[in-house]
């Protein structure tokens, strides 16, 4: 009665079967791994957020590579904003997705380091691409900024291109190590997105929150590959059932038209 299953449709299908089953448990694995590091990830974010503000140069100095734990974290500073050497970072967005600038403003600290402060979005709205922006300006005199501490842009990172040829004071990528060779001065690693004090007016528009990963679906993509799995032998299991109603169903009925079949005098 079984002997189909040596048939050439069946040993295609049993082997597929085979290979299915561990594939799907492997993807259900890996979205389990996304799910745990993307959870991990978001975790860091609540406690850099959360984070009662430190002295800058705790978590970063000259040449320093900001880490995914110092990533979003508070840091303040006392010092003074240096508007004649601050820079339009081109082709950002804000949050309802209006192309424009961010304005990064060098912010000289008292032992003269310096720290790179994103003062916040600004709409393009110049006669050209060509012109520097008007810039609303920075408190004046020594104040204390405080922002959260974002590492250094790269084309890796971001996809954003480094392009050459720009116009004057514009550049595509937040980078401490450019910046310090642009104003030969010690610049500290990484950068700060300001988040007090407020700017005066509607601009610059300061950063929002970074918002966190959607870790759920890894969870739920999980448990639907685990699922298919389990489905893969049940369904294996309902064919061959099928399979063995329809030969006996056959079976009988050849039986049945033999009975009735007068022998031959």
Same mark, same amino acid.
């Given at each position: 009665?079984?002997?189909?299953?040596?048939?050439?449709?069946?040993?295609?299908?049993?082997?597929?079967?085979?290979?299915?089953?561990?594939?799907?448990?492997?993807?259900?694995?890996?979205?389990?791994?996304?799910?745990?590091?993307?959870?991990?990830?978001?975790? /860091? !974010?609540?406690? &850099?957020?959360? #984070? =009662?503000?430190?002295?800058? +140069?705790? @978590?970063?100095?000259?040449?320093?590579?900001?880490?995914?734990?110092?990533?979003?974290?508070?840091?303040?500073?006392?010092?003074?904003?240096?508007?004649?050497?601050?820079?339009?970072?081109?082709?950002?967005?804000?949050?309802?997705?209006?192309?424009?600038?961010?304005?990064?403003?060098?912010?000289?600290?008292?032992?003269?380091?310096?720290?790179?402060?994103?003062?916040?979005?600004?709409?393009?709205?110049?006669?050209?691409?060509?012109?520097?922006?008007?810039?609303?300006?920075?408190?004046?005199?020594?104040?204390?900024?405080?922002?959260?501490?974002?590492?250094?842009?790269?084309?890796?990172?971001?996809?954003?291109?480094?392009?050459?040829?720009?116009?004057?004071?514009?550049?595509? /990528? !937040?980078?401490? &190590?450019?910046? #310090? =060779?642009?104003?030969?001065? +010690?610049? @500290?690693?990484?950068?700060?997105?300001?988040?007090?004090?407020?700017?005066?007016?509607?601009?610059?528009?300061?950063?929002?929150?970074?918002?966190?990963?959607?870790?759920?679906?890894?969870?739920?993509?999980?448990?639907?590959?685990?699922?298919?799995?389990?489905?893969?032998?049940?369904?294996?299991?309902?064919?061959?059932?099928?399979?063995?109603?329809?030969?006996?169903?056959?079976?009988?009925?050849?039986?049945?038209?033999?009975?009735?079949?007068?022998?031959?005098?």
């Amino acid at each position: 009665m079984y002997r189909f299953l040596l048939t050439r449709q069946w040993v295609i299908l049993t082997l597929v079967a085979l290979v299915l089953i561990p594939t799907m448990i492997r993807l259900g694995i890996w979205q389990m791994h996304r799910y745990d590091e993307r959870a991990a990830r978001n975790q /860091l !974010v609540t406690d &850099a957020l959360s #984070a =009662k503000p430190v002295p800058v +140069e705790e @978590l970063t100095s000259p040449g320093h590579t900001v880490t995914s734990r110092e990533r979003y974290h508070a840091v303040r500073a006392k010092g003074r904003f240096d508007t004649e050497h601050e820079v339009v970072v081109r082709r950002r967005v804000n949050s309802d997705d209006e192309v424009g600038y961010h304005v990064l403003t060098p912010f000289v600290l008292a032992d003269g380091k310096v720290m790179l402060v994103n003062r916040g979005w600004i709409p393009a709205d110049g006669p050209s691409q060509t012109v520097f922006p008007k810039i609303p300006a920075p408190p004046r005199g020594e104040i204390t900024v405080t922002g959260r501490l974002m590492p250094d842009e790269t084309t890796e990172a971001s996809g954003i291109k480094n392009l050459e040829g720009l116009p004057e004071r514009q550049i595509m /990528l !937040v980078n401490s &190590a450019q910046q #310090a =060779k642009r104003l030969d001065a +010690e610049v @500290l690693g990484g950068y700060v997105a300001q988040t007090d004090p407020t700017p005066k007016g509607d601009t610059p528009e300061l950063l929002g929150k970074p918002g966190k990963e959607d870790s759920a679906l890894n969870f739920a993509y999980a448990y639907q590959w685990w699922l298919f799995a389990a489905a893969v032998p049940v369904g294996w299991v309902v064919l061959l059932r099928r399979e063995l109603r329809e030969r006996r169903r056959k079976a009988e009925s050849e039986q049945s038209v033999e009975d009735t079949t007068p022998a031959a005098v």
